[in-house]
């Protein structure tokens, strides 16, 4: 049997056009606040390609097995062998390992609500909707807080006794350098560390609750293969020591951020041997991804600014459902337009006051092949027309 709950409300039509009327001031400043969104991110594309272009202008090879102090202050590239003199070590579960990071992450098996909504029009302009919450049970890294849902009675969740946290290794050393924490949590940890069964036992006894390993993970409960409300699953990941690439600025024997003049502060930092033009070729395609992303994300939530502020109309419409409908569809295809014009709009604007003369270049390159294209197609039309019939004498 499902664990479910269905609810049903009804919402009059006069309160319908109250809540959209409202709706509109909301619609308004989602689109302003998308607009800025958009203006803001171009100006962060740029200040974040100009820095990379500066950085890499700057940066000086160097070996890390000596501290040169002429390059003390300056944005430097090195590449060596990373270790830690102590392992990283998780004391409160006794799990270590050689390596540079040890990352604890902490599952918990929850109750998680689930939601369904069915709107249905009624002639008048009422409106009724069927939500439907559902109750199921998964894992978890985060706590849900049972006390919000809808039916809380027979859903409880226990409190996350423990959660994930990162453990770094000590007495790092960098060839003759000694990188500090904040270079070090920088680094991915992507290899799998098993957990040794014989720490088993020693934890339950500690926690005084039953605990065992199974995959490699610590199980804090009776039965992994019938897992129950508040069992937790507690799983280890590291940064291995090893080869290592560093942009920064140096500092003493210490790696910190490097201050552009275009803004942005550099600081690196990747897994292996990789070069200066591979570590900034990586930044920028990482810069032109975040960049797509904002403007996705800007343009949809005009979108929805706009459905939002034509929604008045809708609900209006909606006396009869079906010419609602039909004028949904209509606003919907409307809110698209104006999204697919004002967004790159404001993308273009932003690009003519962040770089003016790129800009302007484009512009004066698209109007040239815009007229070379007309010119072109006018020629090979006066082309196909036929030749005029030669006029005979009368006789």
């Keep these: 049997m499902s664990d479910t709950y269905t609810e049903t409300t009804k919402t009059g039509w006069t309160t319908r056009i109250g809540e959209s009327l409202k709706g509109i001031v909301l619609g308004l400043v989602l689109v302003v606040a998308s607009c800025i969104g958009l203006f803001w991110n171009e100006g962060r594309a740029v200040q974040t390609a100009k820095s990379l272009a500066e950085g890499e202008s700057l940066v000086v090879d160097i070996d890390p097995g000596r501290i040169d102090p002429a390059n003390e202050g ?76 809808k039916v809380p009675d027979g859903h409880h969740n226990p409190a996350m006794r423990y959660r994930g ?27 799998e560390v098993r957990v040794n069964p014989a720490l088993a036992e020693t934890l339950s006894a500690r926690i005084k609750e039953p605990v065992q390993v199974n995959d490699g993970k ?41 201050q552009t003049r275009a803004g942005d502060r550099l600081l690196m930092v990747e897994p292996g041997t990789i070069s200066t033009a591979d570590m900034f070729k990586q930044a920028e395609r990482g810069n ?15 979108f929805v600014g706009f459905l939002l502020i034509l929604n008045p109309l809708v609900v209006v419409a909606d006396v009869v459902p ?46 040239g092949l815009a007229i070379a294209l007309k010119m072109h197609a006018g020629r090979k039309a006066a082309a196909r027309s036929p030749a005029p019939a030669p006029a005979y004498p009368q006789r």
């Design 165 to 191: 946290a990162d453990f770094m290794g000590g007495d790092v050393t960098f060839g003759a350098f000694r990188p500090g924490k904040h270079v070090v949590e920088r680094l991915p940890a992507s290899q």
């Design 288 to 302: 032109v991804a975040v960049t797509w992303l904002i403007r996705a994300v800007g343009a949809l939530v005009m």
């Design 74 to 149: 300056k944005l430097i590239h090195v590449t060596g062998t990373m270790k830690a003199g102590t392992a990283p070590n998780d004391t409160e579960f006794g799990v270590s390992a050689d390596g540079l990071k040890l990352v604890r992450t902490v599952e918990m098996y929850q109750w998680q609500e689930e939601q369904k909504t069915e709107t249905r029009k009624n002639v008048g302009g009422s409106e009724e909707t069927v939500t439907t919450y559902s109750y199921v049970r998964g894992w978890s890294r985060t706590p849900i807080d049972s006390s919000r849902f």
């Design 322 to 367: 079906l010419i609602g409908n039909i004028l949904g569809a209509g606003a919907s295809l409307v809110a698209l337009i104006a999204t697919v014009v004002i967004a790159p709009l404001v993308i273009a604007i932003a690009w003519l006051w962040y770089r003016p003369l790129v800009s302007i270049a484009v512009i004066v390159i698209g109007v």
């Design 218 to 258: 610590f199980y804090i409960g009776r039965d992994p293969s019938s897992p129950q409300i508040g069992d937790m699953q507690i799983s280890y990941t590291l940064a291995p020591a090893g080869a290592v690439s560093v942009i920064s600025q140096q500092s003493g024997n210490d790696f910190v951020e490097y």
